[in-house]
DNA sequence: TTCAGAATAT
DNA sequence: CATATTCTGA
């Protein structure tokens, strides 16, 4: 049955799940008459399970994926049930009278079931930012980097920040399919717009079939979606906070010109933050403290470097429930010019003027 | 092969 | 301008 080469019109802001369950229940919701036979029914309700043991693994970052696939196979499974019986034989069970069931009720029913779920699936995904892939490999590389860190209250902060930075091949938002059966109502889009900005044109829907028992599908389920799709990394946007971290690690690694990017994300410690993130920024950070001699056009704005002030207490508060990597201690050197002039670190080079 | 840093690209 | 990505040389 997966020959088809039709298109699947994915659209931006839905719920996002794995390509190949998208497929799947594309292919489903296009199925004119499922009422035909259970055994159709059967293979779809089978390659969801399996699906639904892949996703299984990532359920945390893809609960409402997990909750899709739930509830379409349960749904499917009544289906399935409901036409085995009656293709078996006439059993007792109270035949609800083909009139209005055989077809249409039939899709009604799964339309209504589905509709129900517009509400969770709504929210759009959640994805963001366990995801994200490590240096060029563009292949989505799964992998949580909380672990050891208790810094995750902190983190939270700036999730507003990186955001959806996914959408590489894998997954997809799951559209109501163009043709009738179950609906998926509409999905508003959400604030999240921007999701993944591009993919909204027609993708060739390939084999539905369940390939690749090994890993989550998440490698690249349909090879089409792979070609150039490398569309550009979200761009981090490095709020102050952010940045604060990543002035006060320079510190503690001893200003910017020895700092490495590496070291300075480990010591920032935020989720998802990326080396190349941390290089580009420090680049930038480099040419700029070598930019601004002091009172130049004094326009300008040095506000961020500003917070290169030896600040020690400084925010003593709420701050990032993490300072502790912060403090530690010492209380630098001294210091004491907080008005001073002079907002570079220690720098030991520098070929710096004044 | 990884990584930092510069040079480009968007 | 600010970030991202690519190119180079360690």
């Given at each position: 049955m997966g020959e088809n080469s039709r298109q699947l019109n994915l659209d931006v802001g839905s719920i996002f799940v794995p390509k190949t369950i998208s497929d799947i229940l594309t292919e489903v919701s296009m199925m004119?008459?499922?009422?035909?036979?259970?055994s159709n029914l059967d293979f779809y309700v089978h390659s969801l399970e399996e699906e639904m043991r892949k996703v299984d693994a990532f359920k945390r970052e893809l609960p409402h994926c997990m909750q899709l696939l739930r509830d379409a196979i349960e749904t499917l499974k009544k289906e399935s049930l409901r036409w085995k019986e009656r293709e078996m034989g006439p059993v007792m069970e109270e035949f609800i009278p083909m009139k209005g069931y055989s077809e249409e009720g039939g899709r009604a029913k799964l339309s209504n079931d589905f509709s129900e779920k517009k509400n969770w699936m709504s929210s759009v995904q959640l994805w963001s930012t366990p995801v994200h892939y490590e240096n060029q490999d563009s292949v989505l590389s799964l992998r949580s980097r909380h672990q050891e860190e208790e810094g995750s209250g902190f983190d939270s902060q700036f999730q507003g920040c990186n955001n959806?930075?996914?959408?590489?091949?894998?997954?997809v938002p799951f559209k109501k399919a163009p043709g009738p059966g179950l609906s998926i109502k509409e999905q508003k889009r959400d604030a999240a717009s921007a999701v993944n900005g591009g993919l909204s044109l027609s993708i060739p829907v390939a084999e539905l079939e369940s390939e690749s028992p090994d890993l989550i599908s998440v490698k690249e389920p349909s090879s089409f979606l792979r070609p150039q799709l490398q569309q550009r990394k979200q761009r981090r946007c490095w709020s102050p906070e952010l940045h604060k971290r990543f002035v006060d690690a320079l510190q503690h690694l001893g200003g910017a010109q020895t700092a490495t990017p590496k070291q300075i994300r480990e010591l920032m410690k935020v989720d998802g933050l990326t080396n190349d993130e941390v290089k580009s920024h420090l680049q930038k950070y480099r040419l700029h403290i070598r930019k601004l001699p002091s009172t130049s056009g004094g326009t300008r704005d040095f506000s961020w470097l500003?917070?290169?002030?030896?600040?020690?207490?400084?925010?003593?508060?709420?701050?990032?429930?993490?300072?502790h990597l912060n403090l530690g201690g010492s209380a630098k050197r001294g210091s004491g010019s907080a008005t001073g002039g002079d907002s570079m670190e220690e720098d030991e080079d520098d070929k710096c003027e004044s």
């Open positions: 004119h008459d499922f009422s035909k036979k259970s959806i930075k996914n959408s590489g091949g894998a997954f500003a917070q290169e002030l030896p600040n020690k207490q400084v925010d003593a508060h709420s701050g990032s429930p993490q300072d």
